[in-house]
Antibody, heavy 112, light 108 residues
Framework: EVQLVESGGGLVQPGGSLRLSCAAS????????MSWVRQAPGKGLEWVAN????????NYVDSVKGRFTLSRDNAKNSLSLQMNNLRVEDTAVYYC?????WGQGTTVTVSS | SYELTQPPSVSVSPGQTARITCSGD??????AYWYQQKSGQAPVQVIY???KRPSEIPERFSGSSSGTMATLTISGAQVEDEADYYC???????????FGAGTKVTVL
């Protein structure tokens, strides 16, 4: 079964850091672009970042550039999003996705 | 920054046809994808590469694209199709991906 499972969400103060992880299974992970998409409470979907199958190319939405870093470990079938200098407006459910398959999301709350 | 424009809401009666549009300057060169999201659930892809439907998606869902507009059509909408629908694509360089703001479909 193709599956994506996110972890690492939680409550953090503004300016703090979190590292999200996504464990992939049931497919050949190193052949797919992977992305993070977030959804703030009551709002629409927002693409955050994506990464090439071999990890050699990454793209980010402007609002997270310089603060978030996306990486992948193809040997471990895992995707990570390092989030630094978090802001209140980063509060959202974060989804890991390969486009046609989505995880259930992990919740990040940035609040003092 | 690149934007995709969708209507905020569409309402239809059961059995009628719902059409949701998505406009963007790069759509003549870039594929559109469509996602359905029901309350409290993760998104589900209903159309990919403008017109293709995943095997598990009912045939009443179809996609088309012409010029700067992509369209998701639900032919014979059912009550269970009530959801938010998002289009997704990339800018002309392929480096910036974006979702439309979403369209709430009501079937009643």
């Amino acid at each position: 079964e193709v599956q994506l499972v996110e972890s690492g969400g939680g409550l953090v103060q503004p300016g703090g850091s979190l590292r999200l992880s996504c464990a992939a299974s049931g497919f050949t992970f190193n052949t797919f672009w992977m992305s993070w998409v977030r959804q703030a409470p009551g709002k629409g979907l927002e693409w955050v970042a994506n990464i090439k199958p071999d990890g050699s190319g990454k793209n980010y939405v402007d609002s997270v550039k310089g603060r978030f870093t996306l990486s992948r470990d193809n040997a471990k079938n895992s995707l990570s999003l390092q989030m630094n200098n978090l802001r209140v407006e980063d509060t959202a459910v974060y989804y890991c996705t390969r486009g046609d398959v989505w995880g259930q999301g992990t919740t990040v709350t940035v609040s003092s | 920054s690149y934007e995709l424009t969708q209507p905020p809401s569409v309402s239809v009666s059961p059995g009628q046809t719902a059409r949701i549009t998505c406009s963007g300057d790069a759509l003549p060169k870039k594929y559109a994808y469509w996602y359905q999201q029901k309350s409290g659930q993760a998104p589900v892809q209903v159309i990919y590469e403008d017109t293709k439907r995943p095997s598990e998606i009912p045939e009443r869902f179809s996609g088309s694209s012409s010029g700067t507009m992509a369209t998701l059509t639900i032919s014979g909408a059912q009550v269970e199709d009530e959801a938010d629908y998002y289009c997704y694509s990339t800018d002309s360089s392929g480096s910036q991906s974006v979702f439309g703001a979403g369209t709430k479909v009501t079937v009643l």
